[in-house]
């Protein structure tokens, strides 16, 4: 209730009004000749000091009182003075029979957008906590209201929770003080209170539609016309919503991709892309490097070992630093049943997962696990549309300010992963135009592919970024950069055939195909550039130069195989399917594209499985639509 409608009651009782001042009421909120409610909270030879509220108190001078008193007693006070240094004197006030009336605060809310407006001036904020991180000082909250996203800086003592009974997820009404800390705006708590009832719900209310608004995508015109890719616009529109409004919740996001050329242009430009939208939404200069983090995975699918390393990082970060679990995002990766076993250990707890893939999907099997999903195939489209074309248009979406360094992206992209679509020459068309020839193209997918074998499972994120000339206008260093990478790459992928082509196996299948094999464990070097899929693929290219007829090319293994195909249609996936109930206790496993995969097995039915997949192979299609000398039309 207002002042104004207690007095009016007050009047029509005929009786006294005291006046008793919510917690979060201010200095601002007292006025003279007004009778308050105090509570009495230390008592010293010359009076006692008496609270209001949290934010209010002074002193009762003992030349005015009568009786004695003991803390938490309650005491009817008026103002009598200000002092020159803010300090408030009070004396009791001549009330006997009164009715108390509450006095809420008259909140005129300052936003997160107009802090740096109002630094050195009390404000009050109204917002949800998505974050409680106690240091050896103060306590503080990460609030987000419809905004943006504020820490709050609360002292009890150093290194004790200050307000222990807030939470995560909490509505909260702030008092306090935006002052520049190391270069970012932090508020200096003066009262902190948790919103209950109709305020709250009318606060959660009001910053869920403002969020909503907020996490729309960016309407971004395709960077080229291609009708097939459309297709896939609405998804990535879901999944560039999803992703903003993460960022707007505070939630951390953990990215993990596919460690080869398409897996990182995929990555790389929806990391930047968030890392700025971060830094627009939260104060904290840090918050990018504390809420976004990029993770290679070796492996076509979400490994055990990745999900639980990362959901015991993730509950790790939540009991340190107070933060939210993360969302998960896959990339160029995540749509098959091998996914399922880490998918599922993530729901334990409630972790969501959005997937951007490109490989054979098995909807069935993972839908239900996903809060989003994005694959051409689903469109009745195929690899032909990389990832890291989809995430471009995808990074583009989130922040589109981002468009003029992501121009050739999707044609490393395409290059990397060998996409035979007819898009792909209006792709090398956009790049030419910002200074990459199809040989400069070449030389990134090269210096990408190199580096990350190189990096292993470290997300090597500004080598990454210096070689596909993101967030990087040095272009005599890239230049030089990529083509020391590209030029080592070649080199030792040369120095790996001369080793391994002298014990590749050929022969002439029915369907009248090549097919050749190599022992990649036996007959090429290990722990070394390439890698046993690289040095299969290097080996296929140059007998497809070498014959210009339908090729397949198997590198193998004690316990798994490596498969590419040129001109003859082997839809690996359907393959490895059937090779699971063909092969009894042959542990078969695996998927990919229709001309691109690997399998696994058990070492001790590799015979078998090797001969079972190449009677299938004899079967197979001869189709020159998926030939490399004749791209496919859209």
Not at 37 to 54: C, K, M, R
Request: aromatic share 6%; net charge negative.
């Amino acid at each position: 209730m207002t002042r104004e409608s207690a007095e009016e009651l007050g009047e029509d009782d005929g009786g006294s009004v005291v006046y008793d001042l919510d917690a979060d009421c201010t200095a601002d909120d007292v006025e003279q000749d007004t009778p308050y409610l105090a509570e009495i909270n230390g008592i010293v030879d010359y009076g006692v000091f008496v609270d209001l509220s949290e934010s209010v108190s002074g002193l009762v001078h003992e030349s005015v009182l009568e009786g004695t008193y003991r803390v938490g007693d309650e005491l009817v006070v008026e103002l009598e003075a200000v002092r020159d240094n803010g300090d408030m004197a009070f004396e009791p006030a001549d009330v006997d029979e009164y009715e108390l009336e509450a006095i809420s605060h008259d909140y005129a809310l300052t936003g997160t957008n107009r802090l740096e407006a109002n630094v050195g001036e009390q404000i009050h904020l109204e917002g949800t906590v998505i974050q409680v991180k106690q240091t050896g000082g103060p306590t503080i909250f990460h609030v987000a209201d419809e905004y943006g996203v504020v820490p709050c800086a609360a002292f009890e003592e150093a290194g004790v929770r200050a307000y222990p009974s807030i939470e995560i997820d909490d509505v909260i009404r702030v008092t306090g003080t935006p002052e520049y800390r190391e270069g970012s705006v932090q508020i200096e708590v003066d009262g902190l209170s948790k919103l209950e009832g109709e305020d709250a719900d009318e606060a959660r209310e009001r910053i869920e539609e403002a969020l909503d608004t907020r996490a729309e995508p960016h309407e971004v015109d395709p960077l080229i016309d291609w009708p097939a890719f459309e297709k896939l616009r609405p998804n990535l529109r879901e999944v560039a919503k999803l992703l903003r409004r993460t960022v707007l919740e505070g939630r951390p996001i953990r990215v993990r991709h596919h460690a080869d050329g398409d897996g990182m242009c995929a990555a790389v430009p929806v990391q930047i892309a968030l890392e700025r939208f971060i830094s627009d939404v939260h104060e904290d200069d840090n918050a990018p490097r504390h809420l976004i983090k990029r993770l290679p995975a070796k492996a076509p699918f979400y490994e055990m070992e990745d999900a639980t390393r990362d959901l015991n990082f993730a509950l790790e970060d939540r009991e340190k630093h107070g933060q939210q679990l993360p969302l998960l995002l896959m990339l160029d990766n995540g749509s098959t049943a091998e996914d399922v076993p880490a998918y599922e250990t993530l729901s334990h707890y409630d972790i969501p997962i959005a997937v951007v893939d490109h490989h054979h999907p098995d909807p069935e099997a993972v839908e239900h696990l996903l809060d989003a999903h994005v694959n051409p195939y689903l469109h009745d489209e195929d690899y032909r549309i990389t990832t890291g074309m989809c995430c471009v248009e995808l990074a583009r979406m989130i922040y589109p300010d981002i468009t003029d360094e992501l121009r050739h992206v999707p044609a490393v992209a395409g290059l990397s992963d060998r996409s035979k679509a007819d898009a792909m020459n209006d792709y090398l068309e956009l790049a030419a135009e910002e200074g990459y020839d199809e040989e400069r193209l070449q030389d990134v997918s090269e210096a990408l592919d190199y580096a990350a074998f190189w990096l292993r499972y470290n997300s090597g994120d500004q080598l990454i970024q210096d070689l596909l000339q993101i967030d990087n206008g040095d272009d005599d260093r890239h230049r030089e950069l990529v083509s020391f990478f590209a030029d080592r790459g070649r080199a030792e992928v040369d120095e790996q055939l001369k080793a391994a082509m002298p014990h590749v196996e050929h022969e002439d299948l029915e369907n009248g195909a090549h097919l050749y094999r190599i022992d990649v464990e036996n007959y090429a070097h290990r722990f070394t550039y390439p890698a046993p899929g690289k040095t299969t693929g290097e080996i296929h290219d140059r007998k497809i130069e070498e014959t210009g007829d339908p090729v397949i090319t198997v590198g193998y293994g004690p316990d798994f195989a490596v498969l590419r195909s040129d001109g003859v249609r082997l839809d690996i996936p359907q393959m490895v399917s059937e090779l699971e109930d063909e092969v009894p206790g042959g542990g078969v496993s695996g998927g990919g594209h229709l001309v691109v995969g690997s399998i696994k097995f058990v070492k001790g039915k590799r015979e078998e499985v090797i001969d079972a997949l190449v009677e299938k192979m004899e079967d197979a299609e001869i189709d020159e639509a998926l030939s490399s000398a004749a791209p496919i039309d859209d």
